[in-house]
Every structure is written in structure tokens, then in C-alpha cells.
């Protein structure tokens, strides 16, 4: 277990966490940041526009994305995590795997957060890898799995069925001693339009449940739907309105590429809601 004194996460207003794609192939960023010393110069850039997480992954979770080895992810991730944990000591730093031996070597570096898009459905045992390292794990809802999951998503009621999720997987974490758990409905994760919209407005279901409530929508394909076919790199006015929304229904956390504006947006709302 490291013995890195590690920044406490606080939800007194909504947090910005930057996505740190060290992958060749990530539906946005594909290729960008998968270099240390990119990678380096976009973690200060996103510090330096407001997030407090940042969310390093090394394997690709887009629609028909394949599968990674363990050693090419361990590859991809670990000498950043090496690198830029000491360099940047005051941020939060999170993993974005499904992989045990990733997750281990990155909480052993520092990282403070484990981000599973799998809900505990394809590595179970990051329940006891959290609790041992005290660590914050984000239970996100997938159906399916990334190469398959746009098949022919279906649900009879997205906003129930996801909630029973939640409490299903909320109890085995709780009874292995995880308590610092973050939710994440899985926005384009096994949704069609549709499910992504009714996620979104009624996302204040969530917040019932009494933990912190994640949403990444950043640049996905549901803002292209609804834009006509406008691809990633013109998705950033949507982006921002659908995550404008998920703060009025009472989310936590943003996970987003442009950091900047989406912390200008929480500047916003936060004044705003200083007078209601």
C-alpha cells in the first residue's frame, strides 16, 4: 500500500475530471496522450483549468473498441501514473480499467480512485483491492460490454433498472468495507438515444441513494444524434448544455475533455445558485 498522503475528494461544489486517453484509438483523443511527456503537458494544462481528478485509462471503451491485454494497459498507464502522481501532488489521480493488476499498480503509485465501467461485472475482485488501498470506487452501469454494447441495447424502464443496479452492487462493496463510492449511470454504455436521455432528466433519481453522483457525456455519440451527425470535435456546445442539465439535476462530478469550459460552467452555476 503506498504511503502517499493523498488530497481528500470534496463535493461542497461539482468537480471537473479530466479524461487522460492513453490509447491509440479513444473515439475523440485516439493517440494523442499515449507519451509521457504529452501525456505530462495535457495533465498541467487540465490542473491549471480546474479539475481535481484526473482519470487516466489505457484501454479504449468506445462502441466496437477491442480488448487490450493486461501488459499493453499496464504499458500504456503506469510510467504516466509514475511520472506525474509525484509532479502534480496536489490532484486526485483515477484509474480507468477493468483490470485487477492495473488497478493494484496504480493504487500502489498513488491513485486514489478506481474507475470500473464494468460495475464489478467483469472483476469482482476490486471490492477488496478498494478496501485494502481505503480507496474511492466509481460503480458505473454497463450492459454489455464495449465491442458489443450498441448492438441492440434494451430496458423496460432504464431509470428504475439502473437504480436496482446500484443497490445491488452498493451492498456487495459495503459488506466488503468500500464506503467512498461514486455513481456513474453509464451514459452511452449499452444506451440507445432514448435511455441517454431519460438517464439525464432524471438523474436526481440518483441522488437518492445518497452517494455522489458522476456523468460523462462528454463529445459521445448521443450529442451527435441529436446535431445531426456532428462529429466528436464539433460536440463541445452539446456537451456542455447536457452537462448543464446533469448540475440542475444534482451531479457531482463532470468527467469531460474540455476542462476549461466545463469549469466555467460550474462558475456559472454555482452563482446562480448562490442566489436561489
Do not use: W
Amino acid at each position: 500500500m503506498s504511503d502517499k498522503t493523498i488530497p481528500a475528494l470534496s463535493f461542497d461544489t461539482p468537480q471537473v475530471m479530466g479524461i487522460l486517453n492513453a490509447t491509440p484509438d479513444s473515439f475523440s483523443d485516439g493517440g494523442k496522450f499515449n507519451a509521457v511527456t504529452s501525456a505530462m503537458d495535457r495533465i498541467h494544462i487540465m490542473l491549471s483549468e480546474g479539475a481535481s481528478i484526473i482519470d487516466v485509462g489505457g484501454e479504449s471503451t468506445r462502441p466496437n473498441a477491442d480488448p487490450v491485454s493486461e501488459e499493453e494497459e499496464i504499458s500504456r498507464v503506469i510510467p504516466i501514473l509514475e511520472k506525474s502522481i509525484p509532479t502534480f501532488s496536489k490532484a486526485i489521480f483515477s484509474i480507468d480499467t477493468t483490470k485487477y493488476e492495473v488497478a493494484k499498480q496504480a493504487l500502489e503509485l498513488g491513485v486514489q480512485i478506481v474507475n470500473d465501467v464494468s460495475g464489478l461485472e467483469k472483476e469482482p475482485r476490486f471490492a477488496d483491492l478498494c478496501a485494502d488501498f481505503d480507496a474511492t470506487y466509481i460503480l458505473m452501469h454497463a450492459q454489455g460490454n464495449p465491442k458489443t454494447m450498441q448492438y441492440n441495447p434494451s430496458y423496460v424502464n432504464v431509470v428504475v433498472e439502473i437504480f436496482e443496479f446500484f443497490e445491488r452492487k452498493i451492498e456487495i462493496l459495503q459488506t466488503k468495507g468500500v464506503n467512498k463510492i461514486i455513481l456513474d449511470p453509464g451514459i452511452g454504455f449499452g444506451k440507445k438515444l432514448e435511455h441517454n436521455l431519460s438517464l439525464i432528466a432524471h438523474l436526481d433519481s440518483f441522488k437518492k441513494i445518497g452517494f455522489p453522483v458522476l456523468v460523462g457525456a462528454s463529445r459521445k455519440s448521443m450529442i451527435g444524434q441529436i446535431l445531426d451527425g456532428r462529429p466528436a470535435k464539433d460536440r463541445l456546445a452539446g456537451t456542455l448544455a447536457v452537462h448543464y442539465h446533469s448540475l440542475i439535476k444534482g451531479a457531482d462530478i463532470l468527467r469531460v475533455h474540455d476542462v476549461k469550459e466545463a469549469s466555467d460552467s460550474i462558475r456559472i452555476f454555482n452563482a446562480i445558485q448562490s442566489q436561489s
